[in-house]
T-cell receptor, first 109, second 122 residues
């Protein structure tokens, strides 16, 4: 079992739908990244969370440290949101990231 | 946010030659950088940890003589793929770690990623 699990692995939705991607982890962490990787390969970090909730435009990320769970939400989804979304955690006392398996999101016009 | 620049974004080389990939943190000092390799539709695979001023730490199964890492300054790490073979063709991406704040006795960090380099060995 991976230390960081994401669900779903693949998600296809219609433009405008509300999207939720989940991340559960089994280790103690100091912080969690939500990353976006487009087909070209570059990775953008949208959020770094250690508690609570953050918002960036149509993206919202939440984390529940006690439940070891984080969610990424996309409101009013758009085809340009199509990408692989990856959750990655910093273990306590470690600068290495442990990556989730990724969620491939496809938004259909 | 902070910027990490990786160069080149694409490179095609002949078998047997060496290729150098650069990773620069443009607006912060990174004592630690990481090099990853990614196969199509797969997750990032950590190759090595690059520490400024000391030898890189390689993950199990990664040949240190094949993938030479030099972290010569606080803003630059390089990965050289030596004597490249077609099986080295892959997507390579670096990340740089930026310390962001102190919390009690611990320091939080944030990772920033380069744009990646697609290497094709022919």
């Amino acid at each position: 079992k991976n230390e960081v699990e994401q669900s779903p692995q693949n998600l296809t939705a219609q433009e405008g739908e509300f999207i939720t991607i989940n991340c559960s982890y089994s280790v103690g962490i100091s912080a969690l990244h939500w990353l976006q990787q487009h087909p070209g390969g570059g990775i953008v970090s949208w959020f770094l969370l250690s508690s609570g909730k953050k918002k960036h435009g149509r993206l919202i990320a939440t984390i529940n440290i006690q439940e070891k769970h984080s969610s990424l939400h996309i409101t009013a989804s758009h085809p340009r949101d199509s990408a692989v979304y990856i959750c990655a955690v910093f273990n306590f006392g470690n600068e290495k990231l442990t990556f989730g398996t990724g969620t491939r999101l496809t938004i259909i016009p | 946010g902070a910027v990490v620049s990786q160069h080149p974004s694409r490179v095609i080389c002949k078998s047997g030659t060496s290729v150098k990939i650069e990773c620069r943190s443009l607006d912060f000092q990174a004592t630690t950088m990481f090099w990853y390799r990614q196969f199509p539709k797969k997750s990032l695979m950590l190759m090595a940890t690059s520490n400024e001023g000391s030898k890189a730490t390689y993950e199990q199964g990664v040949e240190k003589d094949k993938f030479l890492i030099n972290h010569a300054s606080l803003t630059l790490s390089t990965l050289t793929v030596t004597s490249a073979h077609p099986e080295d063709s892959s997507f390579y991406i670096c990340s740089a770690i930026k310390p962001i704040m102190w919390t009690g006795t611990s320091m939080n960090t944030e990772a920033f990623f380069g744009q990646g380099t697609r290497l094709t060995v022919v």
